[in-house]
């Protein structure tokens, strides 16, 4: 079974952009029901995965285990976007900062560019930068679609783009929303890690591994 993992700091911690209000109700009910609904079913069928980022590759194309699929992505993506943040940012550095001056000019361009394309995207989904053989990309994904398991692409941050995320504290503002959080909330640090991996030099983030299902037996059976 895939467990909720804890957030990274204090539910106040990413005040006055993100309430505790909000991380309350996004982390502990809106990401546990996540997990909830994948463990359920996976225990239906009797499927143990050895990672979420397996079982999302297996199962991005197939129509019939759409529902598997989304709440499979919306798990890996909203732990992506715990670590994602951090109250404690730091600006770009070393070959983070190379990079987002190679791709976008300079880092408010980058900010220019990412609250666009997060402002502008029509429905609930998720903004990323990431990085590809050929440098850094701004990407969205609709919904449940992630960009975990995705070959060629290492996401670096994401932001969450779906009502639940900002409406208590920003109400229908999305821009403003992406606006503060992109100056207050990036975890640059983590970004840079994650750049490091796409380019060999250490693991890229994964979802913790699944544990047993409480009866002390490992599941056989795979997707």
């Known amino acids: ?16 952009v993100i309430s505790r209000a909000t991380m309350h109700l996004h982390h502990d009910k809106h990401h546990k029901a996540y997990v909830d609904t994948l463990n359920g079913l996976l225990a239906k069928d009797g499927w143990s995965p050895p990672s979420l980022e397996a079982l999302i590759g297996q ?5 019939a285990h759409r529902k598997l699929f989304n709440n499979a992505g919306q798990a890996w993506n909203h732990a992506f976007f715990w670590e994602a943040m ?26 220019t560019q990412f609250v666009e394309a997060g402002a ?8 990323w930068l990431a990085a590809k053989a050929d440098g850094l990309v701004i990407d969205t994904t609709h919904d449940g679609e992630t960009l975990a398991a995705r070959e060629g692409v290492t996401p670096l941050l994401v932001c969450d783009l779906w009502e639940h995320a900002y409406y208590l504290d920003h109400q229908n503002n999305r821009k403003g929303f992406l606006e503060a959080w992109f100056d207050a909330l990036p975890n640059w640090s983590f970004a ?12 890229a983030w994964r979802y ?11 599941r056989e059976r795979s997707v």
């Open 208 to 218: 913790p591994e699944p544990q047993d299902d409480g009866t002390g037996e490992k």
């Open 192 to 203: 840079s890690a994650q750049l490091a991996a796409a380019q060999g030099s250490g693991p």
């Open 1 to 16: 079974m895939f467990q909720l993992p804890d957030l990274p700091y204090d539910h106040a911690a990413l005040e006055p």
């Open 86 to 111: 951090t109250p404690r940012g730091q600006p770009p550095q070393a070959a983070l900062a190379q990079a987002i001056t190679e791709a976008f000019g300079d880092l408010a361009s980058l900010k």
């Open 59 to 63: 199962v991005r194309d197939e129509a």
């Open 120 to 127: 502008t995207h029509f429905g609930s989904g998720w903004v």
